[in-house]
């Protein structure tokens, strides 16, 4: 599905979305994603998870943001690819940071994907709650990130970073995210803890109120 979605646009960046469902667990996040759902993809990187859900989900109505300038000009190229494979699917994307105001509207998902250990961590709890703050009512607030323990995989992604993003990441303990969903009255009502090849994930959704 990522090769038929990403075929032009820089040559290592495409390669990287092309792979990455082979290191990031899509098949247990999807489908906490209901078709026809709109959607917020928080640090959007070049799109893939916006995606893989065009794929899969009729009727999709998704906007993503990053600061990367790269990864934006490739998520707009692949749109392109899903106007043609997913014709119902409505998706943008935009060039914002964390920092700067997020797309207006409350949305039924908002997506926190390997975002949080990127942020500074003065500045997680705020990134987090600023995503609860865009969930329409009834909605689903969906975080995976990777796992500090054990050692060694957690190793394996900081060099990860090191070498891609060149950056020496933070991670956000889990049980700060899980107090932080609590904090804004939302449900944690899945948690899930995977491996995929070296690599550990660590999957919170979160459910606001429905209305009153």
Known sequence: ??????????????????????????????????PGASVLDVGSGAGIFLAML?????DLNGIGFD?????IETALRMTDEAKLLAPKVKLRFLKLSA?????EGRFDVVSLLDV????????QESVFKQAAQHLAPNGTLIYKDMADSPA?????????????ARQWIQYAPIQ???????ECHLTLSHSEDLSRLWYHHQLRVFRKPPPR
């Open 1 to 34: 599905m990522a090769r038929r979605f990403y075929r032009t646009g820089p040559y290592l960046m495409l390669k990287a979305m092309h792979y990455r469902p082979y290191i990031c667990p899509f098949e247990a996040i999807i489908p906490h994603v209901r």
């Open 176 to 182: 700060d995210v899980e107090r932080w969903g609590r």
């Open 54 to 58: 065009a794929g899969t989900l009729a």
């Open 152 to 164: 060694i995989p957690a190793a394996m992604n900081r060099l990860h970073d090191l070498l891609l």
């Open 116 to 123: 949080l250990h990127h942020v500074h961590p003065a500045q």
């Open 67 to 71: 600061s990367s300038a790269v990864a």
């Open 99 to 103: 920092a700067e105001p997020w797309p």
